[in-house]
């Protein structure tokens, strides 16, 4: 599939995003803060990265000023689904936020409205998963794989963005946090690497035999594509990648991503606060591209059954 | 619209909108096939082409090409003005002119021509569908340098069936598709008959009764359906054909009644080598030929009504020693050399294969007999109860014509036809009106003229039957400027196009002064060897003038070639002009009877252009030549349509068979008809007359057929005509160049004339590949017509090019290994004449020997308004750029065109080439790359984005939420090939597509 | 409602391509284009026309294929047009997330409302029969109509009211009727040449059927016996013919 730039920001930005929305309202419910300064850094970058997440997503339309027909329907489609409870988080979060960091209220109802903000967070990054999950069309995406790695993924990231802000910002925050990041980044990193064996074993669902229904002629393929030059469906659906490279860059996900991560994060318990301040710099510096990469693969090492009819042999 | 985002907005559709202000019928000319369309017109713009179901060519089906003709219409490559050139030849620098301008200037040219040498004017006409009519103007102006484009296309399939049996598989016959059992399909991608070959095969395969056998070097198209394919090499079907035979002669599977009654396989044959009429037939005093009757023991007249011929055995009839001229067949073909074994691996056809086919068709010729209860009665008035088929057809085309051993060869198949007993038989082979005509046609290529400013005392084209026939002055050297009818290439019936600018340009046989061409892109894919080609358009003499002194060229698009010629009459487009597809000319005839057609111009010309059968006509006006001039008027003041109505080129025949007569009630023959074009008009533009259905069969000896055909001014005489299996006419020239009679060949042709001029079809390796070395150009290389292109005027069309704008080299997976090359790996094609750069494609349905492409994909940068990264100019190529004009001096150091032998027909299929793989520089594009030609004067850029139709889209309903949508018509199952499926498929009504024609209304 | 028609549609309207004698002539992609790009989804829009990148809406496209079976040591070249299948569990409409994509419960045919779609392409991606166009002009979806405004449009004679790419066919492969119907003609059609479904496995039940190619008449069904020699040399062959009547 065609790694398209909006997509890709879209996902990781609002992933991270409602990650650290996540963290923030866990935070919160294990008796964090209020703290002002840390909230308006806490939530401006959780909102700013979902915003500017989703503001990029309608990047990728067509017809952005349409954008709200999305809505419409959420019974069967996610995508909208996403879009309705895109919307629906904003509600909680917006409430959380105010009294967090405007009235610096905890506690209480305010609380459940955070949590539920983390419930809806998680939710909403379960239907972008399950936009691609859903897809028959593409196997290396619709498997289970996706919606684990999309939540861990968004957990990750929110989870070292909220270290590093909580360590800017001079909050104290134990021991717990770091362990939970770094064994998500464990998680994450088992999960991203299961997810690379199932890709990589997983039987064909479609060959060109089935796409032509010629299989009983023998092995098919193509000899005479239906136009000389590239097509919508070759730009958006043909993309592909050798998979030399495709290997190159796993490695870099996984180490930047996060192997890199977990290591710095283990290490902050072990050096002082500049360091440690240092060093989550450091994993955010390798993380964010890291996970890029990994999005970015995601959709290059994606093989739709369309190209089938266009010379692929399985799919 | 609902703005509530969390409703569904319901869309109704409009399932009736109008579609059409207007709909009018016309011909298609996206291709030479003729097809009839109906053009839906809103706004005054296209909205939609579709085939009119009531036409016989195509029935309502349209190819890519014909629905792509909106898309021709919106070309930006049109020419909108006419042009005088200012440059240099090939700089594309023009001024535009007016009419009058343009029109004074050529008439002052061709005046100064007709008046001290007519000839002296070169009149080339390429892709026209107006051949009568150009040729007649020729006539009329008094130059013999006349044809069209015919000798590079297929004239080796047009002279071998003409000489054979008054007909040919092209496009004077096709296959009876509805009853065949057995079709085989000899070197075919597309051809004329586009869609009714598609149709054809559609019914055909569908009927499923049948078995359809391609014969091809490559698996593609509709050799891709066959029911097998043989994957013969380049340049061998002869012998395969040879084979075919040779099985048949020896299991005596030949209609011997058929050839004795409608051929000359028992005529007898003069059997006196070294006598000056040796291998001619015997006569009798009246000319009659003469048969051996086995029954009476005598010779008798061959035309008796009943005779007991004998096919074989040496006889003395009049002192003469003679045989029936089929024991020379026999003898021929009975020889070891064509057995199937000794044939096998020349062609690459196993023997046991060949034995299959060859007991196929016996099989189905002989045991399928199809008989149809008719009576009818023949040329010798006897009566015959019903009519008996042998359901085996073949089709040809170019495959086996464009090959310098293709005269043989498209003979060969001609009297296989023959010998299977199949033609114009239920069934078999037929023949479209106006054929069948004599073997071969009466008329004689007119010499030059004697005096300046007459017409020429005939047609310049016609059929050759004696050397003293041939245009050669009194050293034997060629009077016309492409060697036709010389010594070089006898019987090059259609003229040889293709050797005009490099003769012209050599002063070989003589300088012109005019090259007046029309329709064919010479400086681009009709030329062999592009860039010499190229510079015989720009040769200049010592003085620096311009070898070929003035060029004149009508063309309707800024095609390659308009930047070379020096005076450009842009054409309309063919919806906007009158065209008439006559019986005189390459009429709509199907085998069940005779038609013809009209074009009506449809919509206006949205440039300065004028119809160049207009502008032609003009010029004979102003030229005041004989037809188009009296007195110093216009005798077609109206322009073409006014010709194509008035004209009589004999009497009470003119261009339009359909309602003459003064009311209309005369078809064929009849004076003109004031109101004859509206008729046309009224019937959809075209006219059909079905033969009665007992002529349909048997036409060459079916006496009902032949008066009506000599009714219908298609015959001079209603005789019979006898398939010409032994030809004499070429054993004639083969006795000249042997030393008899007045016209003998110069020294030079004297052996080669001898050779080529075989009674009986023969076979030898085409010139380039037994002149070439087989292991430094181990390979065939061949160009194939893509179904959705045409030439190369498909390109500059918006819709065809995004499917093909560059194409491939497409080569055996097997020979790819050979040469380790990989899909899309650039690798240079080299034949001994040059080398061209492109990109290959793997493909296993390819004979091993052979590679191929698509013909006229590659462009000349800056030609047709493409832009200079279009893929056509940068990653598209031409074979033509490797394909010699000439081929290599033979002994004596005589070049001779790289052509057949006899009549001349290009060779392009002959190029030999070795593959190699390109370093990685020099991959990503084409070579040779020739300087980019400069924007077409007065254009505009094309555009970069094309939404044609947004503003004919249907407004929206505007009905309100809620409300039902409009009551529809039903919609009806719609079959394809219903008839055919019908006929196989239990309780499926009969009928056409959704018409059905029993039970349901 | 994207969600698929509740009530099942009765009719469901849909083509028939018979690869057995499909030539690959691109008739039916190129009237496709020509009768729609003025029709419901007009224009059907090309990008660079003349251009170095030539790529337009299309909503039929044409390609070819080669079957090769190494063992048996056969290999066969098939074309094959590729349109809308207008899938019973068509996914480009349950994805869709306003409802434009949608599939009438009349006739089953799926369409896309060319002025509600956001051209989110979510639906080309749900699609594995690459049927959907995306009009990067227009930043809409594009599809195959089945030629709505042609099927039941009255302005038109009968012959006419069929999809554009079937009328056109010059070969006679395409058919075109109600699949539903068992006793409909194309049904039986379909039933007597084994018709068959594209990438079942994809779950998106499609309507269009694809008629296999035949099996290839190679000699043994046609001629029964080789050729009999009438005698084991050419002279003896000759020869008996001298004397022998054989125009009887
Ligand atoms: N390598 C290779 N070369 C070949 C062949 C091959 O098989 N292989 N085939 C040969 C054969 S058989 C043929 S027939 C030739 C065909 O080649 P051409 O006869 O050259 O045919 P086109 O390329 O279509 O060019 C015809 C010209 O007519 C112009 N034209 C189109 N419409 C009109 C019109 O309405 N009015 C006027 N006045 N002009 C118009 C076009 O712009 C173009 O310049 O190619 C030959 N060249
Ligand atoms: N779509 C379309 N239709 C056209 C044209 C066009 O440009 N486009 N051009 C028109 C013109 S001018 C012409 S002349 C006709 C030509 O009509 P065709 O003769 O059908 O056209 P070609 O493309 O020359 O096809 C030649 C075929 O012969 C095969 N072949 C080559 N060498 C041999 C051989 O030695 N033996 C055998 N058995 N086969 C061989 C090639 O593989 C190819 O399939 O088409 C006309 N129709
Ligand atoms: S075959 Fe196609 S291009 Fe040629 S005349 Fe017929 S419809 Fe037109
Ligand atoms: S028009 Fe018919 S024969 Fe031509 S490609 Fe389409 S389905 Fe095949
Ligand atoms: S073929 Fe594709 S676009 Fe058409 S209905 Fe099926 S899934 Fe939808
Ligand atoms: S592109 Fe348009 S039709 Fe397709 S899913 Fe998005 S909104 Fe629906
Ligand atoms: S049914 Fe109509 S819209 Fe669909 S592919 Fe055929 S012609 Fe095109
Ligand atoms: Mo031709």
Redesign the pocket.
């Known amino acids: 599939m065609h790694p398209a730039k909006s997509v890709i920001y879209f996902t990781t930005a609002s992933g991270a995003g409602y990650g650290l929305m996540i963290w923030l309202a866990l935070l919160a419910a294990f008796g964090q803060g209020p703290h002002r300064l840390f909230g308006v850094a806490g939530f401006g970058v959780a909102f700013f990265l979902i915003i500017s997440g989703l503001l990029s997503s309608t990047a990728h339309l067509g017809r952005p000023e349409r954008a709200w027909r999305a809505l419409s329907q959420w019974r069967s489609s996610w995508l909208s689904r996403e879009g309705v409870l895109a919307i629906l988080t904003f509600m909680p979060a917006g409430v959380f936020a105010f009294f967090w960091v405007v009235l610096g209220v905890n506690g209480g109802l305010i609380l459940v409205v955070g949590l539920l903000a983390a419930v809806l967070s998680l939710l909403t990054v379960y239907t972008t998963s399950m936009i691609y999950a859903s897809l028959k069309t593409i196997p290396a995406w619709s498997n289970s794989w996706t919606s684990i790695n999309y939540l861990l993924m968004a957990l990750i990231s929110g989870g070292i963005l909220a270290l590093m802000l909580l360590q800017v910002f001079g909050v104290e925050y134990g021991a717990v946090v770091p362990a939970s990041v770094v064994l998500l980044c464990a998680l994450g990193a088992m999960a991203k690497l299961a997810y690379w064996r199932t890709i990589d074993v997983s039987p064909a669902r479609s060959t060109a035999q089935s796409a032509t229904g010629l299989g009983q002629f023998g092995k098919v393929h193509m000899v005479e594509s239906p136009h000389s030059e590239d097509n919508y469906l070759l730009k958006e659906m043909g993309f592909s990648i050798a998979r030399k490279h495709a290997n190159a860059l796993r490695r870099v996900a996984l180490l930047c991503g996060f192997v890199l991560p977990m290591a710095l994060v283990a290490a902050i318990g072990t050096v002082g606060p500049v360091m440690a301040m240092a060093l989550l710099f450091v994993a955010v510096l390798f993380g964010a591209p890291g996970l890029t990469v990994e999005r970015w693969l995601f959709f290059a090492e994606a093989k739709h059954v369309v190209t089938l009819y266009y010379g692929q042999s399985d799919v | 619209m609902s703005v509530n985002p969390f409703t569904t907005a319901k869309e109704e559709v409009d399932l009736s909108p109008a579609v059409a202000d207007e709909v009018k019928t016309t ?9 009839g ?1 109906k053009v839906h017109l809103k706004n005054k713009k296209i909205r939609y082409i579709e ?1 009119n179901p009531e036409h016989p ?2 029935q309502g ?7 792509a ?1 909106i898309m021709q219409q919106n070309s930006p490559a049109k020419l909108k003005k006419p042009l005088l050139r200012v440059g240099e030849r090939g700089s594309g620098e023009f001024k535009e002119i007016e009419w009058e301008e343009a029109l004074a200037l050529a008439s002052k040219w061709l005046g100064d021509v007709r008046k001290t040498d007519p000839g002296k004017l070169v009149f080339f006409t390429g892709r026209d569908q107006s051949q009568s009519f150009t040729g007649w103007w020729a006539t009329q102006f008094g130059t013999h340098n006349f044809a069209a484009h015919g000798g590079f296309c297929s004239v080796n399939m047009a002279a071998g069936g003409l000489y054979t049996l008054g007909g040919a598989f092209w496009e004077f016959g096709e296959p009876d598709w509805d009853l065949t059992k057995y079709f085989m399909l000899f070197g075919v991608a597309e051809d004329h008959d ?2 009714p070959i598609k149709i054809g095969l559609g019914k055909l395969k569908t009927r499923g009764e049948a078995k359809f056998v391609a014969v091809n070097p490559s698996r593609n198209g509709y050799n891709a359906i066959a029911d097998e394919w043989i994957g013969v090499r380049p340049g061998t079907d002869g012998l395969f054909i040879f084979a075919i035979i040779h099985e048949l002669l020896r299991a005596e599977k030949i209609d011997f009644a058929s050839l004795a009654r409608y051929s000359n396989a028992p005529w007898l044959v003069i059997d006196e080598p070294g006598k000056s009429d040796h291998g001619l037939f015997l006569r009798d005093a009246t000319g009659a030929p003469l048969v051996w009757d086995v029954a009476k023991k005598r010779a008798v007249n061959a035309n008796d009504a009943e005779i007991a011929p004998a096919f074989a055995g040496k006889h003395k009839v009049n002192k003469r020693n003679v045989v029936p001229s089929f024991q020379h067949l026999a003898n021929r073909y009975l020889a070891d050399e064509f057995s199937p074994d000794a044939v096998a691996q020349t062609t690459g056809i196993p023997a046991k294969t060949i034995r299959r086919i060859a007991a196929e068709l016996a099989h189905v010729a002989f045991e399928e007999e199809i008989v149809i209860e008719h009576p009818w009665v023949d040329a010798w008035g006897r009566k015959h109860d019903k009519m008996v088929g042998r359901p085996v057809s073949f089709h040809a085309m170019r495959g086996i014509s464009a090959h310098s051993n293709g005269f043989h060869t498209c003979r060969a198949l001609h009297i296989l036809q023959a010998l299977l007993g199949s033609v114009d038989v239920p069934g078999g082979w037929r023949y479209k009106a106006p054929f069948p005509k004599p073997i071969p046609p009466r008329a004689r290529p007119a010499g030059p003229t004697q005096k300046p400013g007459e017409p020429l005392n005939g047609p310049p084209l016609g059929f050759i039957t004696e050397p003293s026939q041939l245009l050669v002055d009194e050293n034997g050297a060629s009077q016309r400027i492409d060697k036709a009818f010389s010594w070089e290439y006898p019987l090059a019936l259609h003229g040889m196009m293709h050797t005009v600018l490099r003769n012209a340009a050599l002063g070989d046989p003589y300088p012109v002064d005019v090259l007046f061409m029309y329709m064919a892109n010479m400086a681009w894919n009709s030329s062999m060897d592009v860039s010499g080609t190229l510079e015989h358009f720009t040769a200049k003499d010592e003085s620096g003038a311009y070898k070929i002194p003035k060029i004149i060229y009508s063309d309707a698009f800024w095609s390659e070639t308009v930047p070379y010629c020096d005076l450009i009459l842009p054409d309309t487009t063919f919806l906007e002009r009158w065209d008439c597809i006559s019986m005189l000319d390459r009429p709509i005839s199907s085998a069940h009877g005779a038609g013809d057609s009209i074009r009506q111009p449809i919509i206006k010309p949205d440039g300065d252009v004028q119809p160049f059968q207009d502008v032609l006509l003009d010029l004979g006006a102003r030229l005041g030549l004989p037809g188009m001039a009296k007195d110093g008027e216009a005798i077609y003041p109206g322009g073409y349509v006014d010709y194509m109505a008035n004209h009589e080129r004999g009497p009470g025949i003119g261009p339009l068979a359909g309602w003459r007569g003064k009311g209309g009630q005369d078809h064929g023959v009849g004076a003109p008809n004031p109101d004859q074009i509206e008729r046309y008009i009224e019937n959809g533009c075209f006219w059909t007359q079905d033969l009665a259905p007992e002529q349909q069969y048997f036409k060459y000896a079916n006496q009902g057929y032949l008066d009506h055909a000599a009714k219908m001014g298609w015959l001079d005489r209603p005789e019979p005509i006898i398939f010409q299996l032994y030809n004499e006419d070429l054993q004639k020239f083969r006795l000249a160049a042997q030393g008899h009679g007045n016209a003998q060949p110069p020294e030079a042709h004297r052996q080669r004339i001898e050779t080529y001029f075989d009674p009986l079809p023969l076979w030898y390796m085409p010139f380039e590949e037994a002149q070439g070395d087989d292991k430094e150009y181990p390979l065939h290389a061949l160009s194939q017509r893509p179904m959705h292109m ?1 030439h190369s005027w498909g390109s500059q069309n918006a819709w065809l090019r995004q499917i093909t704008s560059s194409n491939k080299l497409h080569i055996h997976t097997d020979t790819a290994g050979e040469l380790g090359v990989v899909d899309d790996d650039w690798v240079w094609i080299e034949s001994r004449h040059g080398r061209v750069k492109g990109q290959v494609k793997l493909i296993t349905g390819v004979n091993q020997q052979t590679v191929w492409t698509w013909n006229a994909i590659g462009k000349r940068k800056g030609a047709w308004n493409l832009s200079k990264d279009a893929p056509e100019a940068n990653k598209g190529f031409l074979l033509n750029h490797i394909i010699a004009q000439v081929l290599a001096p033979d002994k004596e150091g005589h070049v001779y065109s790289n052509s057949d032998p006899v009549t001349g027909q290009a060779a392009w299929f002959d190029l030999r080439v070795k593959i190699t793989k390109c370093a990685s520089a020099e991959s990503g594009f084409t070579e040779p790359m020739f300087e980019r030609l400069p924007a077409l004067p007065g254009s505009t850029a094309a555009p970069d984005v094309s939404r044609y139709g947004s503003d004919l889209k249907p407004p929206p309903t505007g009905m309100a939420a809620g409300e039902k949508p409009l009551k529809s018509a039903q919609t009806r199952d719609w079959i394809g090939n219903r008839h055919e499926n019908a006929s196989n498929i239990a309780a499926l009504p009969d009928g056409k597509g959704n018409k059905i024609t029993k039970g349901i209304p | 409602m994207t969600s698929l028609p509740t009530n099942p549609s009765k009719v469901k309207l849909g083509l028939v391509i018979d690869l057995d004698i499909c030539v690959g002539c691109h ?1 039916c992609a190129v009237n496709c284009k020509e009768w729609n790009t003025s029709g419901k989804m007009a224009p059907l829009t090309d990008m660079q026309p003349y251009g170095a990148k030539p790529d337009g809406v299309w909503f039929n496209r044409v390609h070819t294929f080669e079957a090769v079976d190494e063992q048996a040591g056969t290999s066969r070249t098939v074309h094959f047009p590729r349109s809308c299948l207008h899938c019973d569990d068509a996914p480009c409409v349950t994805v869709c997330p306003t409802g434009a994509s949608y599939k009438r419960e009349e006739d089953g045919i799926v369409l896309i409302n060319s002025d509600t779609c956001i051209g989110c392409k979510l639906c080309s991606w749900a699609c594995p029969y690459g049927a959907r166009e995306y009009d990067e002009d227009e930043g809409v979806m594009k599809k195959c109509t089945l030629c709505i405004d042609k099927i039941y449009n009255e302005n038109l004679p009968l012959e006419s009211r069929v999809p554009a790419c079937v009328s056109t066919c ?1 070969t006679g492969a395409r058919s075109f009727g109600d699949l539903a119907d068992q006793n409909s003609d194309v049904s039986k059609l379909v039933a007597a040449r084994g018709g068959y479904a594209l990438m079942p496995e994809q779950g998106t039940a499609p309507v269009n059927r694809y008629l296999p190619p035949r099996p290839k008449k190679l000699g043994n069904s046609l001629a029964p016996r080789m050729l009999e020699y009438s005698d084991d040399n050419s002279a003896g062959v000759l020869a008996r013919w001298v004397d022998k009547i054989l125009s009887a």
Not at chain 2, 27 to 35: D, H, P, S, V
Not at chain 2, 61 to 67: D, E, F, Q, R
Request: aromatic share 8%; proline share 4%; with cysteine.
């Open positions: 011909t298609c000319y996206m291709c030479a096939c003729r097809c369309i085939g060519v195509n089906v349209l190819c890519a090409k014909g629905s003709a586009s869609n045409y | 008739a010059p």
